[in-house]
């Protein structure tokens, strides 16, 4: 059974654990960062960090023997869900990152955004249409 929630204290271990395998260094204390759990064991995680009226993803990780079946897509839709009810409307990821870009980020133009190449709109990101051109309810 899958199941997704905010980081505890006793799961860092495990979430350096895959953190590791990627070469990702991360203060777990800090951020918002949830986890993603099959039969209670952690398969990945996911970070953002608040600054002042924007966002920034620091990492979506699945493990290597979970990928392919889009769990990622899990874990980004929750970060930007909760940081949309915080208030946070856009989010930015410090450089080019296919994943992300098949997910909706893009360049941007914000002159004083230099140091992020990808930059998502989160109320559009959900307001877009997953069907095309039509909605099915």
Same mark, same amino acid.
């Given at each position: 059974m899958i199941e997704l929630r905010q980081i505890k204290k006793d799961e860092y271990d495990e979430v350096y654990s895959i953190l590791?395998?990627?070469n990702i260094e991360s203060d777990l204390s800090r !951020?918002?960062?949830y986890t993603l759990k099959d039969n209670g064991i952690i398969i990945g995680a !996911? #970070? $953002?960090v608040l600054q002042s %009226?924007? $966002?920034i993803i620091k990492y979506i990780v699945v493990g290597k023997e979970f990928r392919d079946n889009d769990l990622g897509d899990i874990l980004l839709r929750t970060l930007l869900f909760k940081l949309e009810n915080m208030g946070i409307l856009n989010v930015f990821f410090p450089h080019r990152d !296919?994943?992300?870009m098949k997910k909706g980020f893009t360049s941007h133009d914000f002159e004083h955004m230099n140091s992020y190449e990808l930059?998502?709109?989160i109320p559009r990101f959900f307001n #877009?249409?997953?069907c095309? %051109?039509?909605c099915e309810i």
């Open positions: 590791d395998q990627e !951020g918002i960062i !996911g #970070k $953002a %009226d924007y $966002a !296919g994943y992300l930059y998502l709109n #877009k249409s997953c095309g %051109d039509q």
